[in-house]
Protein backbone atom coordinates (compact mmCIF):
# COMPACT_ATOMS: atom_id res chain seq x y z
CA UNK A 1 0.00 0.00 0.00
CA UNK A 2 1.28 3.06 -1.00
CA UNK A 3 1.01 5.32 2.47
CA UNK A 4 0.61 8.92 2.94
CA UNK A 5 -0.03 9.78 6.24
CA UNK A 6 -2.87 12.30 7.70
CA UNK A 7 -0.86 14.69 9.80
CA UNK A 8 -2.49 16.02 13.02
CA UNK A 9 -2.70 19.36 14.56
CA UNK A 10 -4.07 19.29 18.20
CA UNK A 11 -5.36 21.64 19.60
CA UNK A 12 -6.38 20.76 23.24
CA UNK A 13 -4.01 23.67 24.38
CA UNK A 14 -5.80 26.56 22.41
CA UNK A 15 -8.77 26.11 20.69
CA UNK A 16 -10.26 23.56 21.98
CA UNK A 17 -10.41 24.96 25.83
CA UNK A 18 -11.06 28.20 24.35
CA UNK A 19 -14.44 27.31 22.43
CA UNK A 20 -15.66 24.71 26.11
CA UNK A 21 -14.03 26.67 28.88
CA UNK A 22 -13.37 30.67 28.14
CA UNK A 23 -10.23 29.87 27.83
CA UNK A 24 -9.66 29.23 31.23
CA UNK A 25 -7.05 26.53 31.24
CA UNK A 26 -3.84 27.44 33.19
CA UNK A 27 -0.22 26.69 32.24
CA UNK A 28 -0.05 24.45 35.37
CA UNK A 29 -2.51 21.91 34.16
CA UNK A 30 -1.40 22.39 30.73
CA UNK A 31 1.98 21.11 31.95
CA UNK A 32 0.26 17.91 33.77
CA UNK A 33 0.24 16.66 29.99
CA UNK A 34 2.58 18.53 27.78
CA UNK A 35 5.62 15.88 27.74
CA UNK A 36 3.27 13.15 26.75
CA UNK A 37 1.40 15.08 24.14
CA UNK A 38 5.17 15.99 23.39
CA UNK A 39 5.52 11.97 22.46
CA UNK A 40 2.46 11.44 20.11
CA UNK A 41 4.37 12.75 16.87
CA UNK A 42 1.83 15.58 16.18
CA UNK A 43 2.52 17.79 13.07
CA UNK A 44 2.12 20.40 15.33
CA UNK A 45 0.18 21.24 18.56
CA UNK A 46 -1.46 24.72 18.99
CA UNK A 47 -1.28 26.18 22.29
CA UNK A 48 -0.98 29.96 21.81
CA UNK A 49 -2.53 33.14 20.05
CA UNK A 50 -6.17 33.72 20.01
CA UNK A 51 -8.00 34.74 22.91
CA UNK A 52 -5.36 32.53 25.50
CA UNK A 53 -2.79 36.01 25.44
CA UNK A 54 -5.63 38.15 26.77
CA UNK A 55 -6.96 35.69 29.14
CA UNK A 56 -3.93 34.88 30.92
CA UNK A 57 -3.09 38.03 31.72
CA UNK A 58 -7.13 39.10 32.41
CA UNK A 59 -8.55 36.14 34.17
CA UNK A 60 -5.92 34.10 35.32
CA UNK A 61 -2.61 36.28 37.06
CA UNK A 62 -0.43 34.49 33.95
CA UNK A 63 2.44 36.15 31.94
CA UNK A 64 1.39 34.73 28.78
CA UNK A 65 5.10 35.23 27.15
CA UNK A 66 6.12 32.40 30.39
CA UNK A 67 3.46 30.18 29.04
CA UNK A 68 5.19 30.07 25.84
CA UNK A 69 8.80 29.36 27.43
CA UNK A 70 7.80 26.94 29.93
CA UNK A 71 5.33 24.27 26.93
CA UNK A 72 8.71 24.98 24.70
CA UNK A 73 10.88 23.42 27.50
CA UNK A 74 8.46 20.72 28.06
CA UNK A 75 7.69 19.69 24.33
CA UNK A 76 11.18 20.24 22.98
CA UNK A 77 10.27 17.69 19.69
CA UNK A 78 6.90 19.46 18.75
CA UNK A 79 5.78 21.90 16.45
CA UNK A 80 3.87 24.92 18.99
CA UNK A 81 1.60 26.75 16.58
CA UNK A 82 -0.14 29.70 17.54
CA UNK A 83 -3.27 31.85 16.18
CA UNK A 84 -1.88 35.14 15.01
CA UNK A 85 -4.85 37.71 13.72
CA UNK A 86 -2.74 39.32 10.74
CA UNK A 87 -2.55 43.07 11.70
CA UNK A 88 -4.49 42.60 14.59
CA UNK A 89 -1.62 40.13 16.80
CA UNK A 90 -3.54 38.46 19.45
CA UNK A 91 -6.15 41.20 19.70
CA UNK A 92 -9.47 42.82 18.75
CA UNK A 93 -8.00 46.32 16.89
CA UNK A 94 -5.21 46.87 14.52
CA UNK A 95 -1.42 47.24 15.60
CA UNK A 96 1.18 49.79 13.77
CA UNK A 97 3.50 47.72 11.73
CA UNK A 98 6.37 48.10 14.31
CA UNK A 99 4.68 46.32 17.04
CA UNK A 100 3.60 44.06 14.60
CA UNK A 101 7.00 43.31 13.73
CA UNK A 102 8.39 43.60 17.02
CA UNK A 103 5.62 40.59 18.46
CA UNK A 104 6.21 38.17 15.76
CA UNK A 105 9.92 38.70 16.48
CA UNK A 106 9.27 37.69 20.04
CA UNK A 107 7.05 34.79 19.68
CA UNK A 108 9.49 33.42 17.43
CA UNK A 109 12.04 33.78 19.68
CA UNK A 110 10.00 32.36 22.72
CA UNK A 111 9.51 29.20 20.70
CA UNK A 112 6.81 29.56 18.22
CA UNK A 113 7.31 27.44 15.08
CA UNK A 114 3.85 28.12 13.11
CA UNK A 115 2.18 31.25 12.49
CA UNK A 116 -1.61 30.63 11.47
CA UNK A 117 -2.36 34.01 9.93
CA UNK A 118 -5.45 35.10 9.18
CA UNK A 119 -8.06 38.39 8.99
CA UNK A 120 -11.45 38.66 10.00
CA UNK A 121 -12.36 40.00 6.37
CA UNK A 122 -9.93 37.96 4.12
CA UNK A 123 -8.42 41.22 3.24
CA UNK A 124 -5.09 40.02 2.41
CA UNK A 125 -3.77 43.52 2.71
CA UNK A 126 -3.97 43.32 6.88
CA UNK A 127 -2.04 39.38 6.41
CA UNK A 128 0.59 40.32 4.66
CA UNK A 129 2.92 42.17 6.50
CA UNK A 130 2.63 39.54 9.50
CA UNK A 131 3.21 36.87 6.94
CA UNK A 132 6.58 38.63 6.22
CA UNK A 133 7.98 38.92 9.51
CA UNK A 134 7.33 35.38 10.09
CA UNK A 135 8.60 34.03 6.91
CA UNK A 136 11.98 36.27 7.59
CA UNK A 137 12.28 34.94 11.00
CA UNK A 138 12.31 31.82 10.11
CA UNK A 139 8.73 30.40 10.85
CA UNK A 140 6.29 28.19 9.11
CA UNK A 141 3.78 30.48 7.77
CA UNK A 142 0.60 29.01 7.38
CA UNK A 143 -1.76 31.79 5.52
CA UNK A 144 -5.32 31.47 6.60
CA UNK A 145 -8.74 31.35 4.58
CA UNK A 146 -11.50 32.53 6.85
CA UNK A 147 -14.53 29.75 5.26
CA UNK A 148 -17.90 31.01 5.56
CA UNK A 149 -21.11 30.88 3.29
CA UNK A 150 -22.79 33.99 1.30
CA UNK A 151 -23.90 34.81 -2.40
CA UNK A 152 -19.46 36.13 -2.83
CA UNK A 153 -17.95 33.67 -1.08
CA UNK A 154 -17.72 30.34 -3.32
CA UNK A 155 -14.74 27.48 -4.35
CA UNK A 156 -13.70 30.11 -7.21
CA UNK A 157 -12.71 33.06 -4.80
CA UNK A 158 -11.36 31.16 -2.09
CA UNK A 159 -8.59 29.34 -4.91
CA UNK A 160 -8.28 32.90 -6.04
CA UNK A 161 -7.49 34.18 -2.92
CA UNK A 162 -5.55 30.95 -2.16
CA UNK A 163 -3.14 31.81 -5.04
CA UNK A 164 -2.22 35.28 -3.50
CA UNK A 165 -1.43 33.95 -0.19
CA UNK A 166 0.98 31.64 -2.37
CA UNK A 167 2.54 35.07 -3.82
CA UNK A 168 2.89 36.20 -0.18
CA UNK A 169 5.37 33.59 0.70
CA UNK A 170 2.66 31.32 2.28
CA UNK A 171 4.47 27.62 3.19
CA UNK A 172 1.01 26.10 3.32
CA UNK A 173 -2.80 26.91 3.02
CA UNK A 174 -5.70 26.47 5.70
CA UNK A 175 -9.12 26.51 5.72
CA UNK A 176 -10.38 28.02 8.96
CA UNK A 177 -14.31 27.08 9.47
CA UNK A 178 -14.96 28.67 12.72
CA UNK A 179 -18.52 28.03 13.01
CA UNK A 180 -18.41 24.50 11.36
CA UNK A 181 -20.29 25.59 8.35
CA UNK A 182 -18.12 23.44 5.86
CA UNK A 183 -20.08 20.20 4.89
CA UNK A 184 -18.13 17.08 3.52
CA UNK A 185 -19.07 17.55 0.07
CA UNK A 186 -17.74 21.59 0.08
CA UNK A 187 -14.62 20.06 1.96
CA UNK A 188 -13.99 17.75 -0.60
CA UNK A 189 -13.99 20.15 -3.24
CA UNK A 190 -12.02 22.93 -1.83
CA UNK A 191 -9.26 20.92 -0.50
CA UNK A 192 -9.15 19.37 -3.99
CA UNK A 193 -9.50 22.73 -5.59
CA UNK A 194 -6.55 24.55 -3.61
CA UNK A 195 -4.17 20.99 -3.75
CA UNK A 196 -3.82 21.69 -7.24
CA UNK A 197 -3.97 25.42 -7.83
CA UNK A 198 -1.94 27.15 -5.38
CA UNK A 199 -0.43 23.30 -4.93
CA UNK A 200 0.45 24.05 -1.76
CA UNK A 201 -0.02 21.87 1.18
CA UNK A 202 -3.27 21.95 2.95
CA UNK A 203 -4.88 21.96 6.35
CA UNK A 204 -8.58 21.73 7.36
CA UNK A 205 -9.55 23.59 10.56
CA UNK A 206 -13.26 22.80 11.80
CA UNK A 207 -15.34 22.90 14.56
CA UNK A 208 -17.82 20.18 15.43
CA UNK A 209 -20.80 22.82 16.10
CA UNK A 210 -23.33 21.80 13.60
CA UNK A 211 -22.44 17.93 14.02
CA UNK A 212 -20.36 17.82 10.26
CA UNK A 213 -17.33 17.85 11.83
CA UNK A 214 -15.82 14.86 11.63
CA UNK A 215 -17.26 13.83 8.12
CA UNK A 216 -16.17 16.82 6.92
CA UNK A 217 -12.28 15.96 7.91
CA UNK A 218 -12.94 12.68 6.44
CA UNK A 219 -14.30 14.00 3.03
CA UNK A 220 -10.47 16.46 3.01
CA UNK A 221 -8.55 13.40 3.50
CA UNK A 222 -9.97 11.12 0.73
CA UNK A 223 -9.46 15.21 -1.03
CA UNK A 224 -6.02 14.75 -0.52
CA UNK A 225 -5.82 17.36 2.91
CA UNK A 226 -2.30 17.16 4.58
CA UNK A 227 -3.36 18.04 8.35
CA UNK A 228 -6.06 18.26 9.77
CA UNK A 229 -6.99 19.77 13.56
CA UNK A 230 -8.83 17.53 16.29
CA UNK A 231 -9.08 17.97 19.82
CA UNK A 232 -8.37 15.11 22.31
CA UNK A 233 -11.82 13.26 22.73
CA UNK A 234 -12.40 14.55 26.37
CA UNK A 235 -11.93 18.06 25.14
CA UNK A 236 -14.00 17.93 21.55
CA UNK A 237 -17.14 18.01 20.26
CA UNK A 238 -19.64 20.88 20.76
CA UNK A 239 -18.19 24.22 19.89
CA UNK A 240 -14.39 22.45 19.91
CA UNK A 241 -12.65 20.55 17.24
CA UNK A 242 -13.50 16.74 16.31
CA UNK A 243 -11.97 14.02 18.66
CA UNK A 244 -8.70 13.31 17.20
CA UNK A 245 -8.57 9.64 18.77
CA UNK A 246 -11.78 9.07 16.22
CA UNK A 247 -10.22 9.99 12.98
CA UNK A 248 -6.81 8.00 14.21
CA UNK A 249 -9.59 5.35 14.62
CA UNK A 250 -11.70 5.77 11.63
CA UNK A 251 -8.42 6.05 9.22
CA UNK A 252 -6.25 3.29 10.95
CA UNK A 253 -5.22 0.44 8.45
CA UNK A 254 -5.81 2.92 4.93
CA UNK A 255 -3.37 4.93 3.26
CA UNK A 256 -3.82 7.48 4.79
CA UNK A 257 -3.03 6.05 8.40
CA UNK A 258 -2.55 9.06 11.12
CA UNK A 259 0.15 6.04 12.53
CA UNK A 260 -0.56 7.67 15.74
CA UNK A 261 -0.72 5.75 18.97
CA UNK A 262 -4.09 5.32 20.29
CA UNK A 263 -3.57 4.14 23.45
CA UNK A 264 -1.07 6.96 24.05
CA UNK A 265 -3.77 9.35 23.54
CA UNK A 266 -6.63 7.76 25.55
CA UNK A 267 -3.91 7.77 28.12
CA UNK A 268 -3.77 11.37 27.59
CA UNK A 269 -7.75 12.00 27.73
CA UNK A 270 -8.26 10.50 30.94
CA UNK A 271 -5.53 13.01 32.33
CA UNK A 272 -7.74 15.97 30.30
CA UNK A 273 -11.07 14.39 31.72
CA UNK A 274 -9.88 15.48 35.38
CA UNK A 275 -8.50 18.99 34.15
CA UNK A 276 -11.33 19.94 32.94
CA UNK A 277 -13.75 19.30 35.73
CA UNK A 278 -11.82 21.66 37.30
CA UNK A 279 -13.38 24.19 35.11
CA UNK A 280 -17.16 23.09 35.26
CA UNK A 281 -18.43 26.76 36.05
CA UNK A 282 -16.92 28.07 32.47
CA UNK A 283 -18.57 25.38 30.20
CA UNK A 284 -20.05 26.95 27.48
CA UNK A 285 -23.24 25.29 27.83
CA UNK A 286 -23.37 24.82 24.00
CA UNK A 287 -25.81 22.08 22.91
CA UNK A 288 -23.24 18.84 21.30
CA UNK A 289 -24.70 19.66 18.21
CA UNK A 290 -26.67 23.38 17.44
CA UNK A 291 -28.24 23.80 14.17
CA UNK A 292 -28.97 27.49 14.42
CA UNK A 293 -25.19 27.51 13.12
CA UNK A 294 -26.66 26.16 9.93
CA UNK A 295 -29.16 28.31 9.84
CA UNK A 296 -28.09 31.45 10.77
CA UNK A 297 -24.31 30.86 10.17
CA UNK A 298 -23.82 32.20 13.67
CA UNK A 299 -20.39 30.64 15.86
CA UNK A 300 -21.19 28.84 18.79
CA UNK A 301 -18.72 31.27 20.89
CA UNK A 302 -21.05 34.28 19.73
CA UNK A 303 -24.18 32.76 20.46
CA UNK A 304 -23.34 32.49 23.73
CA UNK A 305 -22.11 35.94 24.26
CA UNK A 306 -25.90 36.73 22.61
CA UNK A 307 -27.82 34.64 24.58
CA UNK A 308 -25.50 37.02 27.75
CA UNK A 309 -26.56 40.35 26.24
CA UNK A 310 -30.04 39.39 25.53
CA UNK A 311 -30.10 38.31 29.25
CA UNK A 312 -28.77 41.63 30.67
CA UNK A 313 -31.09 43.55 28.69
CA UNK A 314 -34.47 41.46 30.09
CA UNK A 315 -34.76 40.46 26.05
CA UNK A 316 -34.14 36.67 25.72
CA UNK A 317 -37.92 36.98 24.45
CA UNK A 318 -36.16 38.54 21.41
CA UNK A 319 -33.63 35.60 21.00
CA UNK A 320 -34.91 34.35 17.33
CA UNK A 321 -35.60 38.00 16.15
CA UNK A 322 -32.33 38.86 17.03
CA UNK A 323 -30.91 35.15 14.93
CA UNK A 324 -32.99 36.39 12.11
CA UNK A 325 -31.39 39.68 11.81
CA UNK A 326 -27.73 38.91 12.09
CA UNK A 327 -27.63 37.34 8.44
CA UNK A 328 -29.29 40.83 7.41
CA UNK A 329 -26.86 42.72 8.97
CA UNK A 330 -24.02 40.84 7.66
CA UNK A 331 -25.26 41.46 4.10
CA UNK A 332 -25.81 45.20 4.67
CA UNK A 333 -21.88 44.89 6.10
CA UNK A 334 -20.82 43.39 2.66
CA UNK A 335 -20.75 39.36 4.52
CA UNK A 336 -17.91 39.81 6.25
CA UNK A 337 -16.97 36.19 7.82
CA UNK A 338 -18.30 36.28 11.32
CA UNK A 339 -15.45 35.63 13.41
CA UNK A 340 -13.31 37.79 15.82
CA UNK A 341 -14.09 40.65 15.85
CA UNK A 342 -16.40 41.27 12.97
CA UNK A 343 -18.69 38.58 14.66
CA UNK A 344 -19.20 40.73 17.62
CA UNK A 345 -19.50 43.68 15.52
CA UNK A 346 -22.46 42.36 13.55
CA UNK A 347 -24.28 40.46 16.25
CA UNK A 348 -23.99 43.63 18.10
CA UNK A 349 -25.69 45.77 15.54
CA UNK A 350 -28.10 43.15 15.00
CA UNK A 351 -29.27 43.01 18.77
CA UNK A 352 -29.36 46.77 18.74
CA UNK A 353 -31.69 46.81 15.53
CA UNK A 354 -33.82 44.36 17.21
CA UNK A 355 -34.30 45.74 20.86
CA UNK A 356 -34.45 49.22 19.53
CA UNK A 357 -37.22 48.41 17.07
CA UNK A 358 -35.81 50.23 14.38
CA UNK A 359 -32.59 49.34 12.11
CA UNK A 360 -29.65 51.29 12.76
CA UNK A 361 -31.62 53.82 14.98
CA UNK A 362 -28.54 53.35 17.26
CA UNK A 363 -24.98 52.35 16.19
CA UNK A 364 -21.97 51.72 17.52
CA UNK A 365 -18.66 53.45 16.49
CA UNK A 366 -17.03 50.44 15.95
CA UNK A 367 -19.72 49.50 13.22
CA UNK A 368 -18.88 53.16 11.91
CA UNK A 369 -15.32 52.50 11.39
CA UNK A 370 -15.50 49.25 10.14
CA UNK A 371 -18.18 51.29 7.35
CA UNK A 372 -14.94 53.53 7.16
CA UNK A 373 -12.52 50.97 5.96
CA UNK A 374 -10.58 50.65 9.46
CA UNK A 375 -10.88 47.03 9.63
CA UNK A 376 -10.31 46.52 6.12
CA UNK A 377 -12.18 45.72 2.77
CA UNK A 378 -15.44 44.27 3.13
CA UNK A 379 -16.45 41.04 0.90
CA UNK A 380 -18.27 43.28 -0.79
CA UNK A 381 -20.03 46.59 -1.28
CA UNK A 382 -21.67 48.07 1.90
CA UNK A 383 -25.63 48.68 1.84
CA UNK A 384 -25.75 52.49 0.66
CA UNK A 385 -28.61 52.86 3.45
CA UNK A 386 -26.10 51.39 5.87
CA UNK A 387 -22.90 53.59 4.91
CA UNK A 388 -25.13 57.07 4.56
CA UNK A 389 -27.06 56.23 8.46
CA UNK A 390 -23.48 55.08 9.76
CA UNK A 391 -21.07 58.37 8.40
CA UNK A 392 -23.04 60.40 6.20
CA UNK A 393 -21.16 61.77 3.02
CA UNK A 394 -17.95 60.55 4.44
CA UNK A 395 -15.58 58.74 2.19
CA UNK A 396 -14.50 55.01 3.93
CA UNK A 397 -10.72 54.70 3.07
CA UNK A 398 -9.11 52.87 0.54
CA UNK A 399 -5.70 52.21 1.60
CA UNK A 400 -4.35 49.15 4.04
CA UNK A 401 -5.78 50.61 7.55
CA UNK A 402 -2.41 50.00 8.95
CA UNK A 403 -0.97 52.62 6.69
CA UNK A 404 -3.01 55.43 8.89
CA UNK A 405 -1.37 54.07 12.22
CA UNK A 406 1.56 55.65 13.96
CA UNK A 407 4.59 53.77 15.57
CA UNK A 408 3.31 52.07 18.67
CA UNK A 409 6.95 51.22 20.18
CA UNK A 410 8.14 53.93 21.77
CA UNK A 411 5.31 55.33 23.19
CA UNK A 412 4.17 52.13 24.70
CA UNK A 413 7.81 51.90 26.27
CA UNK A 414 7.72 55.34 27.83
CA UNK A 415 4.14 54.66 28.87
CA UNK A 416 4.56 51.46 30.97
CA UNK A 417 8.11 52.53 32.55
CA UNK A 418 10.50 50.70 34.92
CA UNK A 419 7.06 48.26 35.16
CA UNK A 420 8.68 46.64 31.97
CA UNK A 421 11.02 43.81 32.88
CA UNK A 422 11.37 43.10 29.16
CA UNK A 423 10.93 43.75 25.73
CA UNK A 424 7.80 40.89 26.14
CA UNK A 425 6.01 43.15 28.71
CA UNK A 426 6.27 46.21 26.63
CA UNK A 427 4.42 44.39 23.86
CA UNK A 428 1.85 42.91 26.35
CA UNK A 429 1.02 46.61 27.47
CA UNK A 430 1.16 47.81 23.91
CA UNK A 431 -1.38 45.07 23.10
CA UNK A 432 -3.51 45.36 26.04
CA UNK A 433 -2.78 48.24 28.11
CA UNK A 434 -5.75 48.31 30.43
CA UNK A 435 -5.07 44.49 31.57
CA UNK A 436 -1.15 44.79 31.12
CA UNK A 437 -0.95 47.56 33.37
CA UNK A 438 -2.49 46.10 36.72
CA UNK A 439 -0.92 42.56 36.12
CA UNK A 440 2.72 44.49 36.00
CA UNK A 441 1.54 46.49 39.37
CA UNK A 442 0.25 43.11 41.00
CA UNK A 443 3.79 41.67 39.97
CA UNK A 444 5.79 44.00 41.29
CA UNK A 445 4.25 43.92 44.37
CA UNK A 446 5.39 40.40 45.22
CA UNK A 447 2.18 38.68 44.41
CA UNK A 448 2.96 35.12 42.64
CA UNK A 449 2.64 31.53 44.04
CA UNK A 450 -0.33 30.62 46.15
CA UNK A 451 -1.15 34.59 46.54
CA UNK A 452 -1.26 34.73 43.17
CA UNK A 453 -3.51 31.38 42.40
CA UNK A 454 -5.75 32.98 45.16
CA UNK A 455 -6.65 36.10 43.20
CA UNK A 456 -7.57 34.13 40.74
CA UNK A 457 -9.80 31.85 42.53
CA UNK A 458 -10.98 35.42 43.52
CA UNK A 459 -11.44 37.06 40.18
CA UNK A 460 -13.69 33.99 39.38
CA UNK A 461 -15.91 34.26 42.51
CA UNK A 462 -16.71 37.66 41.53
CA UNK A 463 -16.83 37.23 38.00
CA UNK A 464 -19.58 34.26 39.09
CA UNK A 465 -21.27 36.99 40.95
CA UNK A 466 -21.56 39.34 38.34
CA UNK A 467 -23.21 37.01 36.61
CA UNK A 468 -25.78 36.10 38.90
CA UNK A 469 -26.28 40.00 39.22
CA UNK A 470 -26.70 40.08 35.84
CA UNK A 471 -29.22 37.55 35.56
CA UNK A 472 -31.30 39.33 38.55
CA UNK A 473 -31.13 42.61 36.21
CA UNK A 474 -32.91 40.56 33.54
CA UNK A 475 -36.10 40.11 34.89
CA UNK A 476 -36.30 43.80 34.49
CA UNK A 477 -37.85 43.97 31.22
CA UNK A 478 -37.02 47.49 30.62
CA UNK A 479 -35.15 48.45 26.37
CA UNK A 480 -31.72 49.88 26.71
CA UNK A 481 -30.92 53.54 25.84
CA UNK A 482 -28.12 54.62 23.76
CA UNK A 483 -26.35 55.87 26.41
CA UNK A 484 -26.18 52.21 28.11
CA UNK A 485 -26.51 50.03 25.17
CA UNK A 486 -22.93 50.86 22.94
CA UNK A 487 -21.28 48.13 22.76
CA UNK A 488 -22.23 44.92 24.94
CA UNK A 489 -18.84 43.26 23.43
CA UNK A 490 -16.85 45.71 24.43
CA UNK A 491 -15.46 44.42 28.17
CA UNK A 492 -15.63 40.77 27.22
CA UNK A 493 -13.67 40.96 23.97
CA UNK A 494 -11.68 43.74 24.83
CA UNK A 495 -12.98 45.47 21.66
CA UNK A 496 -12.89 49.52 21.97
CA UNK A 497 -12.41 52.78 19.12
CA UNK A 498 -9.99 52.86 16.65
CA UNK A 499 -6.93 54.36 18.34
Known sequence: MNKKPVMICETVLRDAHQSLLATRMRTEDMLLVAQRLDKIGYWSIEMWGGATFDSAMRFLGEDPWERLRVLRRQMPNSKLQMLLRGQNLVGYKHYPDDIVERFIVASRRNGIDVFRVFDALNDIRNMAFAMKIAKREGGHVQATISYTISPVHNIDTFVQMGRELAECGADSICIKDMAGLISPYAAYELVSALKKDPGLPVQLHTHYTSGMGTASLIKAVEAGVDVIDTAISSMSLSTSQPPTETLVACLKGTERDTGLNLRSIADIARTITDIRQKY?????GIAAVDVNVLQFQVPGGMLSNLVSQLRQQGAMDRYYDVLDEIPKVRADMGYPPLVTPSSQIVGTQATLNVVMNERYKVIPEEVKQYVRG????????????????????????TCRPAEMLSPGWERAKTEIG????????????ALFPQVAKPFFER???GMGGKEEIAAAIAAMLLEQQQKKTEMMKASEKQLPTSATWKLPYRVAFGLGGWR
Do not use: H, Q
Open 418 to 429: SLAKSEEDVLSY
Open 374 to 397: YYGRPPAPINPELKKKAIGDEEPI
Open 280 to 284: SSFEA
Open 443 to 445: RST
